[in-house]
């Protein structure tokens, strides 16, 4: 079932990338070295002192835990975060600070040890408006960090910087020479912070006394201790306010995602490690290196977030409301969900394994069941599997004796809309194969409504198939086409079913053949899960003679042509994206096996062949066949059923026949309206008289329902059933008459 929520939490867009991860304090490194890389310093500064606390002391004794996780260091070095942090720093001694209002809490906290650790809490407390007295029994405050100032590893400057943030602080008192041995009055809680060795006084969090790793020596480890610093107060915090002590989270960040180095140019380090604080130049250059560590591979790999422009957590915050509509709320991923073109890259890319192929096909459906989803934009495509399916294109062509079927070629829907003599030729070469073993099966296997989210429809499809199968003996189904073969490895498992081109390659085998010349096999994105598949095309096209050169998208990375998922009428500007990207890809021909490809590559002009047309056909004589318009795509099925049923050796010819000029019916073809549409719309105003005549022009405008879609037509009748078309358009509406 599903379930956005988790989703929206699974998906790691913006989870901190390796260096912040693995940073004990959480320094936001993505957002500092940009605002380094554009010169903006003291807003880097800004972003690296809230979290380092201290920035001059974590700028000297940090261990780098950061350039150890950095995905850079495996291509050429790391980034150099410490020297740009002490440029930073550096910058910073050159600006007077900004004073800021904090209101008062009118609560205290003792804090007790000035070292690391109590100096970090006491000014992070003071900051969120609590009054704190550090209590320090020594003379000075800074405890173990003194000895990093005289072995060279800290400069004074920085500890006295940090002293003096303290001092200046409205609200924390220093009190040195004060020791503190027993509980003292007056506070909401107490923090001992002494470091190693007994604590004065016994933690008891139940009265407010609370204390930190006592036994962790601050010089081996500075980094943990501002870490625990940040713990312990919204421990204190969650105290003073609920009176009840909270354990702080175990553990920090964890980074999930490593970017890919594929086409990352090397560049060394424009700083070197332990050099001084680099110059402005040096430190941009080094921030130029950064990789901004950020998983963004669904939207890399998909057209539809890029072009809608969301991030895919606010794409399934926008689903979810979709789904769970209110007043306030509607729809706002309705055409979001009815743009995904099934393609599935998205999920293989994700660390997360979100797939927005399942997402959006679970939110068509839900929608469909509830009657939200605008089953007009679906229309045509229902209708024309509804016609695959219907008396004047499906076939059921089964041998002489029907026993003696072992194998049924279903070639699907559009094979023969494209070409009734792909599925000629295929029938024909697998009955010289296997005389009087094989039959075939037109039809569609129901992935429009599948697409669509009707699965009432879809099981229908699939019904009409079982059926035929179990009618032949159960025989092995052969399948040109990739989405077929999806549609039964999801849907018909129970039915023994191969590629055709799997089948043809185990029985074509190599053989001599002369060059043909160079092109790309654009695998359809339904054929990544079908690898044999893959494998035996490039085996059927290089015996045919044809060198192969990848395209950048291919295999198991395989990308849509654009028909997937139908959102051409959900979207006509992402499809034709989409179309165009497929077809410029490659500079080569392309040669293709799913025949909605190579239609869609013809419409783009890309020089594309069907490998049935290099298996039967001339095949350089049809790189650049153009893609048959809809009239034609349903008069080939026809075509073909005519052709193979004896009893139906031609076709009738309609009684209304349309004159259309080519530029109109390129115009019909975008708006998809077909010829049996304007027909219908003809025949029935002329039936009816329910027409408008047009006195100036002689041109009648007649309207008509079919289905969820109303169409018009403006024509002529020129005598003898004939009809000349100036226009025609379509509705998502009924007209209630």
Not at 408 to 420: H, K, M, N, T, Y
Not at 450 to 456: E, V
């Amino acid at each position: 079932m599903l379930d956005p929520h988790k989703l929206a939490r699974d998906c790691i867009m913006d989870a901190p990338p390796p260096c912040s991860a693995a940073c004990p304090i959480g320094v936001d490194v993505r957002d500092l070295v940009e605002r380094i890389r554009i010169g903006s310093h003291s807003a880097a500064y800004k972003v690296y002192a809230k979290s380092a606390i201290f920035p001059g002391i974590v700028c000297h004794l940090c261990p780098r835990p950061c350039e150890q996780a950095c995905p850079r260091g495996e291509l050429d070095q790391s980034i150099r975060l410490l020297e740009l942090e002490k440029f930073l720093w550096r910058q910073s001694q050159q600006e007077s600070p900004r004073p800021f209002f904090i209101p008062d809490k009118k609560k205290r906290v003792l804090v007790i040890g000035a070292g690391l650790a109590g100096m970090a809490i006491a000014l992070k407390l003071a900051q969120r408006g609590y009054f704190v007295t550090l209590a320090e029994q020594s003379p000075r405050a800074g405890g173990a960090l003194w000895a990093a100032v005289e072995d060279g590893r800290l400069p004074t400057e920085a500890l006295q910087e940090a002293i003096a943030a303290l001092e200046a602080h409205r609200f924390i008192e220093l009190a040195l020479n004060r020791p503190v041995t027993g509980p003292v009055e007056g506070y909401n809680a107490t923090l001992i912070c002494t470091g190693p060795g007994t604590p004065p006084l016994a933690p008891d969090p139940a009265r407010g006394l609370f204390a930190t790793g006592g036994a962790r020596d601050p010089m081996q480890d500075v980094m943990a201790c501002l870490r625990e610093a940040n713990d312990m107060l919204h421990v204190v915090e969650g105290f003073i306010k609920v009176g009840r002590a909270e354990p702080a989270a175990e553990g920090g960040a964890v980074a999930t995602f490593r970017p890919s180095l594929a086409g990352v140019e090397r560049a060394p380090a424009a700083v070197e490690r332990g050099a001084p604080a680099p110059t402005a130049e040096q430190a941009a250059a080094e921030a130029a290196r950064c990789l901004r560590c950020t998983c963004s591979n669904c939207v890399d790999v998909c057209e539809m977030l890029q072009f809608y422009g969301k991030s895919p957590k606010k794409t399934i915050e926008d689903l979810s409301d979709t789904l769970n509509k209110t007043p306030l709320v509607q729809k706002t991923a309705l055409r979001q969900i009815m743009s995904c073109t099934q393609c599935g890259l998205c999920s293989d890319v994700c660390p997360a394994g979100i797939d927005f192929k399942a997402v959006c096909l679970e939110s068509r459906g839900l929608l469909q069941g509830l009657g939200q989803l605008p089953g007009a934009l679906y229309d045509y495509w229902l209708e024309d599997m509804a016609f695959s399916n219907g008396e004047e294109a499906a076939l059921l062509l089964a041998p002489a004796r029907p026993d003696d079927t072992r194998y049924l070629l279903f070639p699907g829907c559009q094979l023969a809309a494209s070409d009734p003599g792909y599925v000629t030729a295929a029938y024909g070469w697998l009955e010289g194969e296997l005389p009087g073993a094989a039959a075939l099966l037109t039809g569609c296997c129901g992935a429009p409504a599948y697409w669509a989210g009707d699965r009432a429809l879809h099981e229908g499809a699939l019904a009409r198939i079982r059926a035929a199968w179990e009618a032949l003996g159960r025989p092995t189904l052969l399948l040109p086409c990739p989405t077929c073969l999806e549609m039964f490895s999801l849907h018909l498992k129970e039915l023994p079913a191969l590629s055709l081109w799997s089948f043809m390659a185990e029985r074509m085998g190599p053989a001599p053949a002369p060059a043909r010349g160079v092109v790309s096999v654009f695998d359809p994105c339904s054929s990544k899960y079908a690898p044999a598949t893959q494998e035996a095309v490039r085996a059927l096209a290089e015996g045919l003679g044809y060198a192969l050169e990848e395209l950048p998208q291919a295999r198991e990375t395989a990308a849509c042509c654009g028909h997937g998922g139908l959102i051409y009428t959900t979207s006509a500007e992402l499809y034709g994206r989409v179309r165009s990207g497929a077809a410029g890809a490659g500079d080569r021909p392309y040669l293709t096996y799913c025949v909605n490809c190579r239609d869609s590559f013809a419409a783009e002009g890309k020089p594309a062949i069907h490998l049935l047309d290099a298996l039967f056909f001339p095949a350089q004589e049809r790189f650049m066949r153009p893609a048959p318009d809809l009239s034609a795509r349903r008069d080939n099925r026809r075509r073909l059923k005519n052709q193979l049923v004896k009893e139906r050796p031609h076709m009738d010819s309609p009684d209304i026949r349309l004159e259309i000029d080519p530029a109109l019916r390129a115009t019909l073809n975008r708006r998809l309206i077909h010829e049996d549409n304007l027909r219908a719309v003809i025949g029935a105003a002329e039936a009816s008289g329910k027409k408008v005549l047009d006195g100036a022009t002689g041109h009648y405008t007649a309207h008509a329902a079919q289905g969820r879609v109303t169409f018009w037509a403006e024509y002529e009748p020129l005598g003898a059933g004939v009809y000349r078309l100036y226009d025609a358009y379509a509705h998502r509406m009924v007209i209630e008459e």
